[in-house]
């Protein structure tokens, strides 16, 4: 079983900028039975993250179009 877990789109995944979500994510991946089998998606410019299992999506930023689009796109 795989499981993915798609971060928001303003949401760091990262210990100096973390916000709600990434820390309940970062707590939840330490204590669960399948933290082997979680990828976790999201963006972020910061280099420093907490989990080796997370894959950066790069968007960018265009004034024409819609950011969260692109995002869910790429994470397809």
């Given at each position: 079983?795989?499981?993915s877990i798609?971060?928001?789109l303003k949401?760091?995944?990262s210990p100096s900028y973390a916000g709600a979500?990434?820390?309940?994510?970062?707590?939840?991946?330490?204590s669960s039975k399948f933290r082997n089998d979680i990828i976790v998606f999201g963006h972020t410019n910061y280099k420093?993250?907490?989990s080796q299992k997370y894959f950066n999506i790069d968007i960018k930023k265009n004034f024409f179009s819609s950011q969260?689009?692109?995002?869910?796109?790429?994470f397809i």
């Open positions: 079983m795989k499981i798609l971060l928001p949401e760091n995944f979500v990434s820390l309940f994510i970062n707590d939840t991946l330490k420093k993250k907490f969260n689009k692109e995002y869910l796109k790429k």
